[in-house]
């Protein structure tokens, strides 16, 4: 019996996945994801109902090749199919662009080898000769779309990035190896992924191995957040073997998906979105920096500027070599014509001049001047800029796994109101440079803490300058103590009404000050330092303060019940024979 998948359903009708899903959830099949397959006669069932539904399945229901239709340029007759199908769920306008993939993983697991498989057999354009140009980006293309790739040098390279506020990338591609799994590194890129907060591919690569174990290396994601599909989660995975070129269409194939669903758009006519990936000196050309575009156009003959380096673009070329006019949203190419060395994930910005373009350059240099020094951010900083509840991310680095581990698990049972802590990364060692690089890209408050490790100095210095607090001890209990104070502290003082006697209104007296209540204290007594509420009828009717307390003609401090007195009440002039004056005070309590 053969299997079909969603999406694959979906580029037959000519529609996209999401309106299919959509479609299939209101014929009454919910909870069916675009990877999900279906057997022959549920996929007749879908054909039969979609039929009837939308009419704008093809007479034959046998597989096509062709590329998927956008949903924007699907055929007329599908002005039938209900509102509710048709309509987009992003939020962004423009076209679809190609995404704009990273790949990542531990150093031996065959990032670079599969980079080079997609490279040789997908390249969206070749050179006369056959012979590419090593670039950081290129392109493939699979059923006529493209796919950008970005060869990052690392997880902590692709965190850099976004530090300095290139956010480049759209889909994560996370390489393990079926003969090896998850590692130390693997660990580590997944977390950088995870803070930055896209979706996930996971490549299992070198099926190829006779020790290939694929099983192994599921529980081991699972194990790490990351449930694959198989298993009921949500996480997609892809055997795959980089030195024989297995399953790499299929890979291509769940990258155009994830894409389709994040619903990725742009407009060549937005202001252009763009950053540096790349630079170095050419001899002959000069710097050469290379860039991925997500909206917006760079033009040749553009005035550019990245960061403290401008200039005007002499020359575009692509991930080949050849030369291009434009650089499109999705597109990787080379800039020729800045001034120096754009530092990596600088955001370029055109300007209309070169008297802009210097002005702006020297403007971002000027604020790269060295400030007063900073002092260390305290946790009383962090809560001093809470509006409600603190949502901290926490970097957590222990020197062994047991006390790693043992620090996990009390700060997960952490219970302080007020706070909600997250652990973004854990491990073993000193609390490093890149470990504040990443906590400087999240978008919640975070802090670094270290038990029984130290910080290296650069860290420490990064960390002052970023507003990185960077905590360490030596007992994991010492933490809780210090969020509980400082929360304490920020919150302010929690009050506890006490109440003190009760007075019954007998007489009324007018007074140039306001009425003043001839009242016998029938329980307790009556405070001049406390507040009052009139009770009228079982009805609160006023809450405020005592303005003046009498006894005959004299004013007085406090009167004991079984005795008559005066009370005139701040800011109230209503009050009657027969209301209840309740007198109370409010107790500062421990939170």
């Given at each position: 019996m053969?299997?079909?998948?969603?999406?694959?359903?979906a580029?037959?009708?000519?529609?996209?996945?999401?309106?299919?899903?959509?479609?299939?959830?209101?014929?009454?099949?919910?909870?069916?994801?675009?990877?999900?397959?279906?057997?022959?006669e549920?996929?007749?069932?879908?054909?039969?109902l979609?039929?009837?539904?939308?009419?704008?399945?093809?007479?034959?229901?046998?597989p096509k090749t062709?590329?998927?239709?956008?949903?924007?340029?699907?055929?007329?007759e599908?002005?039938?199919t209900?509102?509710?199908?048709r309509k987009?769920?992003?939020?962004?306008?423009?076209?679809?662009?190609?995404?704009?993939?990273?790949?990542?993983?531990?150093?031996?697991?065959?990032?670079?080898?599969?980079?080079?498989?997609?490279?040789?057999?997908?390249?969206?354009?070749?050179?006369?000769?056959?012979?590419?140009?090593?670039?950081?980006?290129?392109q493939?293309e699979l059923?006529?779309?493209?796919?950008t790739?970005?060869d990052?040098?690392?997880?902590?390279?692709?965190?850099?990035?976004?530090a300095r506020?290139?956010?480049?990338?759209d889909?994560?591609?996370?390489?393990v190896?079926?003969d090896?799994?998850?590692?130390a590194?693997?660990?580590e890129?997944i977390?950088?992924?995870?803070?930055?907060?896209?979706p996930?591919i996971?490549?299992?690569?070198?099926?190829?191995?006779?020790?290939?174990?694929?099983?192994?290396?599921?529980n081991?994601?699972?194990?790490?957040?990351?449930?694959?599909?198989?298993?009921?989660?949500?996480?997609?995975t892809?055997?795959?073997s980089?030195?024989?070129?297995?399953?790499?269409?299929?890979?291509?194939?769940?990258?155009?998906l994830?894409a389709?669903?994040?619903?990725?758009?742009?407009?060549?006519k937005?202001?252009?979105?763009?950053?540096?990936?790349?630079?170095?000196?050419?001899?002959?050309?000069?710097?050469?920096?290379?860039?991925?575009?997500?909206?917006?156009?760079?033009h040749?003959?553009?005035?550019?500027v990245?960061?403290?380096v401008?200039?005007?673009?002499?020359?575009?070329?692509d991930?080949?070599?050849?030369?291009?006019?434009?650089?499109l949203?999705?597109?990787?190419?080379?800039?020729?014509?800045?001034?120096?060395?754009?530092e990596?994930?600088?955001?370029?910005?055109?300007?209309k001049?070169?008297?802009?373009?210097?002005?702006?350059?020297?403007q971002?240099?000027?604020?790269?001047?060295?400030?007063?020094?900073?002092?260390?951010?305290?946790?009383?900083d962090?809560f001093?800029?809470?509006?409600?509840?603190?949502?901290l991310?926490?970097?957590?680095?222990?020197?062994?796994?047991?006390?790693l581990?043992?620090?996990?698990?009390e700060i997960?049972?952490?219970n302080?109101?007020?706070?909600?802590?997250?652990?973004?990364?854990?491990?073993?060692?000193?609390?490093?440079?890149?470990?504040?690089?990443?906590?400087?890209t999240?978008?919640?408050?975070?802090?670094?803490?270290?038990?029984?490790?130290?910080?290296?100095?650069?860290?420490?210095k990064?960390a002052?300058r970023?507003?990185?607090?960077?905590?360490?001890?030596?007992?994991?209990y010492?933490?809780?103590d210090?969020?509980?104070?400082?929360?304490?502290?920020?919150l302010?003082?929690?009050?506890?009404e006490?109440?003190?006697?009760v007075?019954?209104v007998r007489?009324?007296f007018k007074?140039?000050?306001?009425?003043?209540?001839?009242c016998?204290?029938?329980?307790?007594?009556?405070?001049r330092r406390?507040?009052?509420?009139v009770?009228?009828?079982n009805?609160?009717?006023?809450?405020?303060?005592?303005a003046?307390?009498?006894?005959f003609?004299?004013?007085?401090r406090?009167?004991?019940?079984?005795?008559?007195?005066?009370?005139?009440?701040?800011?109230?002039?209503?009050?009657?024979?027969?209301?209840?004056?309740?007198?109370f005070?409010?107790?500062?309590?421990?939170?």
């Amino acid at each position: 019996m053969s299997k079909k998948r969603i999406y694959e359903i979906a580029r037959e009708v000519g529609i996209s996945s999401k309106e299919l899903l959509a479609k299939l959830e209101e014929m009454g099949m919910p909870g069916l994801k675009a990877t999900n397959s279906v057997d022959d006669e549920e996929y007749a069932l879908i054909v039969h109902l979609f039929e009837e539904g939308a009419g704008a399945i093809a007479e034959s229901s046998t597989p096509k090749t062709e590329s998927p239709v956008k949903s924007d340029e699907a055929p007329a007759e599908r002005a039938t199919t209900p509102k509710a199908a048709r309509k987009k769920t992003g939020t962004s306008s423009g076209d679809v662009r190609p995404p704009i993939v990273s790949v990542l993983g531990h150093i031996d697991h065959g990032k670079t080898t599969l980079l080079d498989a997609i490279r040789e057999s997908h390249l969206a354009s070749k050179e006369a000769g056959g012979i590419t140009q090593g670039i950081a980006a290129y392109q493939a293309e699979l059923h006529g779309q493209k796919i950008t790739f970005i060869d990052t040098p690392g997880h902590k390279a692709f965190t850099g990035m976004r530090a300095r506020g290139a956010q480049v990338t759209d889909i994560a591609i996370l390489v393990v190896a079926a003969d090896d799994g998850v590692m130390a590194q693997t660990v580590e890129a997944i977390d950088h992924i995870k803070a930055a907060e896209v979706p996930i591919i996971v490549a299992i690569n070198k099926i190829d191995k006779a020790n290939a174990d694929v099983s192994k290396v599921i529980n081991d994601l699972a194990q790490h957040g990351l449930l694959p599909e198989a298993w009921g989660g949500d996480t997609i995975t892809v055997e795959v073997s980089a030195l024989e070129g297995t399953n790499i269409d299929e890979l291509l194939e769940m990258i155009l998906l994830v894409a389709e669903m994040s619903d990725l758009k742009a407009d060549p006519k937005n202001p252009l979105e763009a950053a540096i990936i790349e630079s170095h000196l050419v001899t002959g050309q000069g710097p050469v920096a290379t860039i991925v575009v997500r909206d917006g156009t760079l033009h040749v003959k553009d005035w550019a500027v990245a960061g403290a380096v401008q200039g005007r673009v002499k020359a575009l070329l692509d991930g080949v070599g050849n030369r291009v006019e434009q650089a499109l949203p999705g597109d990787a190419v080379s800039v020729l014509g800045f001034s120096d060395l754009p530092e990596v994930g600088t955001r370029i910005e055109v300007v209309k001049s070169q008297a802009q373009a210097k002005k702006l350059a020297q403007q971002y240099q000027q604020d790269q001047l060295p400030q007063a020094a900073p002092r260390a951010v305290t946790l009383d900083d962090l809560f001093a800029q809470r509006k409600e509840t603190a949502k901290l991310k926490v970097i957590l680095k222990a020197a062994s796994t047991g006390a790693l581990e043992a620090a996990r698990r009390e700060i997960a049972s952490l219970n302080v109101d007020g706070v909600e802590l997250d652990i973004l990364i854990s491990g073993v060692g000193g609390i490093s440079e890149s470990d504040i690089v990443l906590a400087s890209t999240v978008n919640e408050e975070c802090l670094a803490v270290g038990f029984g490790v130290g910080v290296d100095p650069k860290a420490l210095k990064l960390a002052e300058r970023e507003g990185i607090p960077v905590l360490m001890y030596d007992i994991i209990y010492h933490l809780v103590d210090e969020i509980e104070s400082a929360l304490k502290r920020q919150l302010g003082p929690v009050f506890e009404e006490k109440a003190l006697g009760v007075a019954e209104v007998r007489n009324l007296f007018k007074a140039p000050a306001g009425s003043i209540a001839g009242c016998y204290v029938v329980d307790g007594r009556i405070e001049r330092r406390g507040q009052v509420r009139v009770i009228r009828n079982n009805t609160e009717m006023f809450t405020g303060e005592i303005a003046s307390l009498r006894r005959f003609e004299d004013d007085v401090r406090e009167v004991q019940s079984g005795r008559e007195c005066g009370i005139r009440i701040r800011d109230f002039n209503d009050v009657q024979i027969g209301d209840r004056l309740q007198v109370f005070v409010l107790e500062e309590v421990e939170r």
